[in-house]
């Protein structure tokens, strides 16, 4: 199932990673990282059904509005991220019980075509990698745009927008980011 885990629902987008983080012969090892903290918000499963249901309905019957789903557990809300459509909102209401509480997130851009436009960036790594530029993860934000990790986005932006001309291009690293809107190129 695509839905988004618990983490990711609430606090980032979801990201592919392309570099396996392994470490430069010599280097120290770093010490062992606490077991998370998972927490079993009593919503949760039936949110998650909730959000599956959207996500299918969104993917087979409506990919031209289709951006995304996450659940907020706090709320007790599936959030929706779709670009404004009455037939998707429509068949959202009918898929789920009338006692879901849905938040609906404007979006620019669908699903489909930010993952299509996010392939093109990956099918690009090695083309990237031979002008020096690692990407470090490649993925979407809903709706909005494709996300592209580098170690430099400053530096990188000139290169990788002129390479994607017209696409809504989001660099970033370490949470610092870019937003190129597909009009800067």
């Given at each position: 199932?695509?839905?988004?885990?618990?983490?990711?629902?609430?606090?980032?987008?979801?990201?592919?990673?392309?570099?396996?983080?392994?470490?430069?012969?010599?280097?120290?090892?770093?010490?062992?990282?606490?077991?998370?903290?998972?927490?079993?918000?009593?919503?949760?499963?039936?949110?998650?059904?909730?959000?599956?249901?959207?996500?299918?309905e969104g993917q087979q019957n409506h990919p031209?509005?289709?951006?995304?789903?996450?659940?907020?557990?706090?709320?007790?809300?599936?959030?929706?991220?779709?670009?404004?459509?009455?037939?998707?909102d429509d068949a959202v209401r009918r898929v789920?019980?009338?006692?879901?509480?849905?938040?609906?997130?404007?979006?620019?851009?669908?699903?489909?075509?930010?993952?299509?436009?996010?392939?093109?960036?990956?099918?690009?790594?090695?083309?990237?990698?031979?002008?020096?530029?690692?990407?470090?993860?490649?993925?979407?934000?809903?709706?909005?745009?494709?996300?592209?990790?580098?170690?430099?986005?400053?530096?990188?932006?000139?290169?990788?927008?002129?390479?994607?001309p017209g696409w809504p291009l989001c660099l970033?690293?370490?949470?610092?980011?870019?937003?190129?809107?597909?009009?800067?190129?």
């Open positions: 199932m695509k839905v988004r885990t618990l983490l990711l629902a609430l606090a980032a987008p979801a990201v592919v990673a392309l570099t396996t983080g392994a470490q430069p012969a010599g280097a120290q090892p770093v010490a062992e990282l606490p077991e998370p903290v998972i927490i079993d918000w009593p919503t949760q499963d039936k949110l998650l059904d909730w959000a599956a249901a959207v996500e299918r031209e509005a289709y951006a995304g789903v996450a659940i907020d557990p706090i709320l007790g809300t599936v959030i929706v991220h779709r670009v404004p459509s009455t037939g998707f789920l019980p009338p006692s879901a509480a849905v938040r609906y997130v404007d979006a620019v851009y669908p699903e489909r075509e930010l993952a299509a436009w996010a392939a093109g960036v990956v099918a690009d790594t090695d083309y990237w990698r031979e002008r020096g530029v690692e990407l470090n993860l490649v993925g979407s934000v809903p709706g909005q745009c494709v996300l592209v990790g580098t170690e430099e986005p400053a530096r990188d932006v000139a290169p990788i927008s002129a390479r994607y970033e690293h370490d949470g610092g980011a870019v937003l190129l809107t597909g009009d800067e190129a």
